[in-house]
């Protein structure tokens, strides 16, 4: 999976213990920076074991999933950083093989992503769909810059990173309902690369389901509002299994798009040094999709694991040593 090659446990099909102190140690560890009073996050291949969706929790049982690009075998959730609660809901990370099936029949045009590991910056908007009604109360990924997205061109339901091309581009990759009832494609889950959950949203009646219970967890009303356009939340995605190695006590460094700080501009200036990156693309210390893609093709030609995540293997061959 193009989010594990960085981790070094393999699957262990064991349970673990997951709470919102697992995703302060992720945010402290891969550089993210934190705002407001909740943080989205979404949890590829992840399985909840021993709870209910929807309910504010201080802790949880995880275990990893099987993909199939057929299922919802992942889960998005709210982080109440002030109550330190998390809530948890079904939903897909990766895009429906249907929509996978056309981006391989048409390989030269832009169809079907996976939106990678990282912190990423979502506002309320509508999501747009073709041929219906936009659905307002969605969360849009900011198109402010574009991000390392993977792209593959043959039939590959656990997204391996052997078989991924990484892509710099401005995606479309929302959190809105599955449409999972009403199916209007026809297929169990209506994506080609958004952040899905189970629910339905058919304007102009209101969300519903799962989809519903998450938008109003996160502060919007029942009923999409105007004066909800806007509003700024993070979205961390991650992998189940970097989550286990958390649990298990691995904090090691690891800089991916969402990172800040000194360490990222260390790996910057180095990247840039080797001509791989140039400095109109970035902005010095905030790891974007120019520095991912970059660290990517550094990472390809010479002979490392390519996934556009710099672990502290990347940084030692870089010649740079983190401050912390």
């Not at 402290?28 to 929807?54: N, T």
């Not at 970035?282 to 550094?298: M, P, Q, R, S």
Request: hydrophobic residues 40%; contains cysteine; glycine residues 8%.
């Amino acid at each position: 999976m193009i989010d594990t090659a960085h981790i070094a446990i393999a699957p262990s099909l064991r349970s673990f213990t997951f709470s919102a102190a697992t995703l302060a140690r992720l945010s402290e560890s891969c550089a993210y920076p934190l705002s407001g009073e909740k943080v989205l996050f979404g949890i590829r291949a992840g399985k909840l074991v021993d709870a209910q969706y929807g309910r504010w929790l201080p802790e949880v049982t995880l275990i990893e999933n099987e993909l199939d690009g057929e299922s919802l075998r992942c889960l998005l959730g709210i982080w109440n950083r002030v109550t330190g609660e998390i809530a948890l809901f079904p939903a897909s990370t990766i895009p429906h093989r249907r929509w996978q099936e056309k981006q391989i029949a048409s390989p030269d045009k832009q169809i079907a992503n996976c939106l990678g590991s990282g912190a990423y910056h979502y506002i309320v908007g509508a999501h747009e769909p073709s041929h219906r009604p936009f659905e307002e109360g969605a969360f849009r990924l900011s198109r402010s810059q574009p991000v390392l997205a993977w792209r593959f061109y043959q039939p590959d339901h656990q997204y391996r990173l052997s078989r991924g091309v990484a892509t710099l581009s401005v995606v479309n990759d929302h959190i809105h309902s599955a449409q999972s009832e009403l199916r209007p494609d026809g297929i169990s889950f209506s994506s080609a690369g958004c952040q899905v959950i189970e629910g339905d949203h058919r304007p102009p009646a209101m969300p519903t389901g799962w989809y519903q219970q998450f938008r109003i967890y996160a502060g919007q009303s029942a009923m999409p509002s105007p004066l909800e356009i806007g509003l700024s939340f993070r979205y961390l995605l991650t992998h189940v299994r970097h989550l286990e190695a958390i649990a298990q006590g691995d904090c090691s460094l690891r800089l991916l798009q969402g990172s800040v700080g000194m360490p990222v501009r260390q790996l910057q200036e180095a990247l840039m040094q080797l001509d791989f990156l140039e400095e109109a693309d970035i902005d010095k210390g905030i790891f974007n999709g120019a520095t991912a893609k970059a660290l990517y093709h550094y990472q390809k030609e010479n002979g490392l694991r390519a996934d556009g995540i710099a672990t502290e293997r990347d940084l030692k061959k870089l010649g740079i040593k983190p401050l912390y």
